[in-house]
């Protein structure tokens, strides 16, 4: 099912940053674990970082760590990915995934969005 929606991407200069939301269409994300991945051109999607939202756990894979941070409102209406000193490398199409439970797994997410286009420059 298709029914989160993204937000915040774009065009950015290597080293700068951006923020990027996740939206149940304005409802509080009725998953636990709210997940980012991303798919750049002519690679497989992968995770870059998720969390749980009742237990506050959250992953990063490892070029992200350190750089991004994954967070939530307290009305669990909304979830943040803040990407900073990003590098060429990050550009991608960035979608998140809602589920039961925090995996890097993408088939374990019931719930998922269109993407967003995030592109970084030179």
């Known amino acids: 099912q298709m029914e989160l929606v993204e937000s915040g991407g774009g065009p950015v200069q290597a080293g700068g940053s951006l923020r990027l939301s996740c939206s149940h269409a304005g409802r509080a994300f009725i998953s636990d674990a709210v997940s980012w991945f991303r798919q750049a051109p002519g690679k497989e999607r992968e995770f870059v970082a998720g969390m749980s939202l009742s237990e506050g756990t959250t992953a990063y894979t490892a070029s992200a760590k350190g750089r991004f941070t994954i967070s939530g409102d307290a009305d669990r209406k909304t979830v943040f990915l803040q990407m900073n000193k990003l590098t060429p490398e990050d550009t991608a199409v960035y979608s998140c995934?809602?589920?039961?439970?925090?995996?890097?797994?993408?088939?374990?997410?019931?719930?998922w969005g269109h993407g967003i286009q995030v592109t970084v420059s030179t």
């Open positions: 995934r809602a589920g039961g439970i925090l995996d890097r797994r993408e088939r374990m997410y019931a719930f």
